[in-house]
């Protein structure tokens, strides 16, 4: 089933409010490979005028996750997960996340393009905090693989 | 603040970072548990099989995040990365005992040595193929 181009546009409602925890940032850090002290201790973070540890560029995508989970599980898309690929991946900060942020994701379909067989879904994720400022955008693309 | 680079000593083309990172299964099964994304082809070698794949497969994301940790260091904070992009092109197999090596360099793709931004292209490779398109990053060394 080929991916339904009238989900373009739709805009799904903020996800519940996603607390970054101090002991998170430091778990995705090590994941990451992430080695500098102001992903991983509070004190450096202060120091370098931060209010607690900085998550890496990527931390963002736990957030997003939410938010892409309302889209794959919305019926009628015609987006079948098991043929998702991964596409591209891009964040864009108005300002770095920290422990103790407050995070609501909310989910725009920016695109839905064809290609052959296959489909393309470019999934923009607007990341704000609990003042509803905001923190940074999250795009996917996924595409949808098709019968060949 | 934690000090910069000086953008007036650096030119566009010139490597500024490189880095080698080592995944095993363990690294995978590590990044799964932080991000919570516990597809089985990155850590299952009879489901990666059953749906075609040469072999378990490292995330994306993974391979994404580790990927700007060079960039971060010549940066000198990680909120210095106002802007991280890739595609994601080929995949990074990760054998069970010998696992894979992803090597990354760190270029200069454009540089505003007032304004103290760069773009840092990068460039990722594992097993001699590079693994990501249009990987870049752009630094705000003003923050």
Redesign the interface.
Same mark, same amino acid.
């Given at each position: 089933m080929a991916v339904n181009p009238e989900i373009q546009g739709r805009v799904f409602p903020p996800t519940a409010p996603y607390l970054v925890g101090r002991e998170k940032v430091r778990e995705f850090s090590r994941a990451v490979f992430a080695t500098d002290p102001i992903n991983l201790d509070a004190e450096a973070a202060r120091a370098a005028g931060h209010a607690d540890v900085v998550a890496p560029p990527t931390f963002a995508v736990v957030v997003q996750e939410a938010a892409l989970a309302q889209l794959l599980a919305e019926p009628g898309t015609g987006i079948d997960f098991s043929r998702v690929v991964h596409g591209d991946q891009r964040f864009s900060f108005t300002r770095a996340i920290v422990a103790g942020d407050e995070l609501t994701a909310t989910l725009t379909v920016a695109a839905v393009k064809s290609l052959g067989a296959h489909s393309m879904v470019t999934a923009q994720t607007s990341i704000v905090d609990s003042e509803g400022a905001h923190v940074v955008t999250a795009t996917s693309t996924l595409v949808v693989r098709g019968d060949e | 603040?934690?000090q910069a680079p000086d953008l007036s000593s650096v030119s566009v083309g010139d490597v500024v970072a490189e880095a080698t990172?080592p995944l095993t299964r363990d690294?995978l099964v590590?990044?799964a548990?932080?991000?919570?994304?516990f597809n089985p082809i990155h850590y299952r070698d009879d489901v990666a099989a059953s749906v075609g794949l040469p072999g378990v497969l490292a995330h994306?994301?993974?391979t994404?995040?580790?990927a =700007?940790?060079p960039v =971060?260091?010549w940066a000198g904070?990680?909120?210095r =990365?106002?802007?991280?992009? =890739?595609?994601?092109t080929r995949p990074v197999v990760v054998d069970p005992e010998t696992g894979a090596l992803v090597t990354v360099v760190a270029k200069v793709g454009q540089l505003d040595a007032d304004a103290r931004t760069a773009r840092i292209d990068l460039t990722a490779s594992a097993a001699g193929q590079t693994v990501l398109g249009?990987a870049q990053?752009q630094v705000d060394l003003a923050r």
């Open positions: - | 603040m934690t990172f690294s590590r990044y548990g932080a991000s919570g994304d994306g994301m993974l994404m995040g580790l =700007v940790q =971060v260091a904070d990680p909120a =990365v106002v802007d991280y992009q =890739v595609r994601f249009k990053a």
